[in-house]
């Protein structure tokens, strides 16, 4: 079946069925001509899966030419492919426990390390999991690889990256308790950004972002890009890396609290030559590594809450609620 497709002009896909069956149209919006070398201008936004709760956390796996994406609230992590389409891939993502909750517990943020094993921010176990089984063969088999800080649980972790040097930096909002923020069981008092070791030693390095959300890191490994998911605060951060790992020299690399569009700051990808590709208010931000805005990718009908780059960083993959969408941009 030839699947539907959004074109930049903001042609809608109408139906007679109802106005759930509506699917988002996108344009884009280019603020500067440098967004030419990135996107060419007859680029479609298409559908290509659909029938989600709350898509998050794609990554790319380039030797399988496959996308994983968690469905948070339906606790499963599904994969895409051009041949199969969306299959389920992994059941339970991120709660394993028997006890019955509601909320955002399943999955978030995903990662493959370079030794080829699938790192997953499990939201309702409150921890960083590695999959024990072959990613060709995945089984809910989950070893911990960081669940405390201080002694106390973690919030519910949410994205992660892992440096060249070996450091995995992860964010931990409150989204996967059941009760947010006020949640009973909420055993450290702040939403914070941290750094894991390579020997296993969880470091705190900021507890001063309301919301913190996506993170990603510049090629270079020197600076790390935050985002802060606050409906008044809608800003990206940018701190330096320091030799030992830690962030110095925090300031904002770009507030949208102005914006009007739904949607928050939230995930985040950085390609090889350091443009950003943002989720935010209204679909996609794109800024190149000096926070210069070179424009948006817009979408409608539905918030994009992630998105994730192909190996050749030709194709955009972007999760948006119910929805799975593509931009082949070259």
């Not at 994969?79 to 909750?101: A, H, N, Q």
């Not at 959300?213 to 990206?236: C, E, R």
Request: with cysteine; glycine share 10%.
């Amino acid at each position: 079946m030839k699947k539907p497709i959004i074109t930049l002009l903001s042609i809608a896909i109408c139906c007679t069925v109802g106005a759930q069956d509506i699917k988002p149209k996108g344009t884009v919006e280019y603020v500067s001509e440098e967004l030419s070398g990135i996107i060419k201008k007859n680029a479609e936004v298409e559908v290509i899966a659909e029938g989600f709760e709350f898509t998050e956390g794609p990554v790319w796996i380039a030797k399988e030419k496959m996308l994983l994406l968690s469905d948070v609230p339906a606790n499963t992590i599904y994969k895409w492919t051009e041949k199969g389409g969306k299959e389920v891939f992994l059941t339970p993502g991120g709660y394993t426990d028997d006890e019955e909750r509601g909320g955002f517990m399943g999955a978030n943020g995903l990662l493959l390390s370079p030794d080829g094993k699938l790192l997953i921010c499990q939201h309702g176990d409150r921890r960083i999991a590695a999959m024990d089984a072959p990613l060709l063969d995945p089984k809910p088999n989950y070893s911990t690889v960081a669940a405390v800080y201080d002694g106390k649980k973690l919030n519910s972790p949410n994205d992660l990256i892992l440096s060249k040097t070996g450091n995995l930096y992860f964010t931990d909002p409150s989204y996967g308790l059941e009760a947010g923020a006020n949640d009973p069981g909420k055993e450290i008092g702040f939403q914070g950004v941290y750094k894991m070791s390579p020997t296993g030693e969880v470091m705190l390095l900021l507890d001063s972002i309301d919301q913190p959300n996506g993170l990603a890191m510049m090629p270079d490994g020197k600076t790390m890009i935050v985002s802060n998911s606050d409906a008044v605060k809608k800003q990206w951060y940018a701190y330096d890396i320091a030799e030992d790992g830690s962030i110095v020299s925090g300031r904002i690399f770009y507030d949208a609290s102005n914006a009007q569009e739904n949607g928050l700051c939230d995930g985040l990808k950085i390609d090889k030559k350091g443009n950003i590709f943002a989720s935010g208010p209204g679909g996609i931000w794109i800024f190149n590594k000096t926070g210069k805005v070179l424009g948006k990718i817009k979408i409608e009908g539905t918030t994009a809450a992630n998105c994730a780059l192909s190996s050749d960083e030709k194709t955009l993959y972007v999760t948006a609620e119910k929805y799975l969408l593509r931009i082949k941009m070259r």
